[in-house]
């Protein structure tokens, strides 16, 4: 069965440096996709990045790259260069590419950025 | 371009209530999904449907939630009967049919049972 896990609950930094989530996941699929969210404070949740599980290269979009660490079935999200406007809620998700493409979410982890 | 439109924003309701949410995905996309967002227990996958075929109608919730696909740009997710403890943001996501694609929210829909 799928599951992801997010211990972090919170994380606070300053605005401008780099902030690292974690995120691990437990799959029997051999081809799965792992993606991340954020949620911001009116609810709205919007897809920031994905790794692909067959790709040795991290995917990077903007400030936000990823740490993909597959034999330790694990998937951090980086933000270099914080800003206030990246304090949110991030989750982590998976959705395995074979069978019925359900999508499993962690519990998420909540960033605060202050100036 | 029209995203996921989820009706109403808000409800309110008594114990014992039948509630109807609803959800519109966005044009096009095969896969659509109810997840419930509490605090505690965080996104949990209420139904899956896939092309309108229930794929997946998350177990613990099948008493009293059901969700149905009426078709390929309408679904509803009935609540019968409400208890308190179905307070929580109930979110509907769509995308294409593949195991790459990301999922579109809609803005959720805040029940609160009394």
């Known amino acids: 069965a799928q599951k992801v896990t997010q211990t972090q609950t919170s994380i606070s930094v300053m605005e401008k440096t780099t902030v690292t989530m974690d995120c691990v996941y437990e799959?029997?699929?051999?081809?799965?996709?792992l993606f991340w969210y954020k949620q911001t404070a009116s609810g709205e949740i919007v897809f920031l990045i994905r790794?692909?599980?067959?790709?040795?290269e991290n995917a990077t979009v903007g400030h936000y790259s990823l740490n993909f660490q597959k034999p330790k079935s694990s998937i951090g999200l980086i933000i270099t260069a914080t800003q206030i406007e990246d304090s949110a809620v991030y989750f982590c998700?998976?959705?395995?590419?074979?069978?019925?493409?359900?999508?499993?979410f962690g519990s998420g982890t909540r960033l605060l950025v202050s100036p | 371009d029209a995203g996921v439109t989820q009706t109403p924003r808000h409800e309110v309701a008594e114990k014992g209530q039948t509630i109807i949410l609803k959800c519109e995905p966005v044009?096009?996309?095969?896969?659509l999904f109810w997840y419930r967002q509490t605090k505690i227990q965080g996104l949990e996958l209420l139904s899956y449907?896939?092309?309108?075929?229930?794929?997946?109608d998350g177990g613990a919730f099948k008493d009293r939630f059901k969700a149905e696909m009426l078709n390929s740009s309408f679904s509803t997710l009935k609540i019968q009967p409400t208890e308190p403890k179905d307070s929580a943001v109930y979110l509907c996501?769509?995308?294409?049919?593949?195991?790459?694609?990301?999922?579109?929210f809609g803005h959720g829909t805040k029940l609160s049972v009394l």
């Open positions: 996501a769509s995308s294409f049919s593949d195991s790459n694609e990301r999922l579109f």
């Open positions: 799959t029997q699929d051999s081809s799965y996709f």
């Open positions: 790794q692909d599980s067959y790709k040795k």
């Open positions: 998700a998976m959705r395995e590419g074979t069978g019925g493409y359900k999508v499993v």
């Open positions: 044009s096009g996309h095969n896969d």
């Open positions: 449907f896939r092309s309108k075929s229930l794929m997946e």
